[in-house]
T-cell receptor
């Protein structure tokens, strides 16, 4: 069965610090997709990134970067020079390619607080 | 605007009451799902549907019913509300359930007293 573990529950940093959010996943499939979502205090879920299991290239988008390592089953998310607006709950999620039973499984989320 | 519309946004129920949470999407997505979000638990899948007339159970289906009579609508029914069902409920839809591109509704905050 697929599983996503976000061992960190709460992280607090001061503005401009770099912060890394960890995500470890378990799956039996060779084809799968990994995601990160952001949930700001307003409550909506905002899609940040999708990565498929065949693409291990790291990705950078502005202050955000993602490190995907199949060898350690990890998909970590780094925010560089954090800002107060980054304060949110961040979810890592996994979708296996198992045909009719495919579903999106979320980790428990990491609450990030960025203090001014 | 295109997207997933959930109603109501807030609801208070008494134990034993029933109600339906509405979810509608206008993107012609085949795949729709319901999640509940509880503190420290992340989002857990309640029920999902891969198309009109087809539904299946997720991780936490007890106490909930769904149906999918049209592509657009996927209502979630609470048969006899219990305090344990106090949660925030999210509906999501996707054109491809594996590759993602999930669009989430804004959520329904339900309190059962």
């Amino acid at each position: 069965a697929q599983k996503v573990t976000q061992a960190q529950t709460e992280i607090s940093v001061v503005e401009k610090e770099d912060v890394t959010l960890d995500c470890v996943y378990e799956t039996r499939d060779t084809t799968y997709y990994l995601f990160w979502y952001k949930q700001p205090p307003s409550g909506e879920l905002v899609f940040l990134i999708r990565r498929n299991s065949f693409d291990e290239q790291n990705e950078i988008s502005g202050r955000y970067s993602w490190n995907f390592q199949k060898s350690t089953s990890s998909f970590n998310f780094t925010i560089t020079a954090s800002q107060v607006v980054d304060s949110a709950v961040y979810f890592c999620a996994l979708s296996e390619y198992t045909g009719a039973n495919s579903k999106l499984t979320f980790g428990k989320g990491i609450t990030l607080s960025v203090r001014p | 605007n295109a997207g997933v519309t959930q109603t109501p946004k807030f609801q208070v129920l008494k134990t034993g009451q029933s109600m339906t949470l509405q979810c509608a999407q206008d993107m012609n997505h085949e795949y729709m799902s319901w999640y509940r979000q509880d503190p420290g638990m992340g989002l857990r899948l309640i029920h999902y549907s891969v198309g009109a007339g087809i539904t299946d159970q997720g991780e936490v289906p007890n106490g909930y019913n769904v149906s999918r009579s049209t592509t657009e609508d996927f209502p979630l029914r609470l048969l006899s509300a219990a305090p344990s069902q106090t949660s925030v409920y999210f509906c999501a839809s996707s054109a491809n359930r594996v590759m993602g591109g999930y669009t989430f509704g804004s959520g329904t905050r339900l309190t059962v007293v």
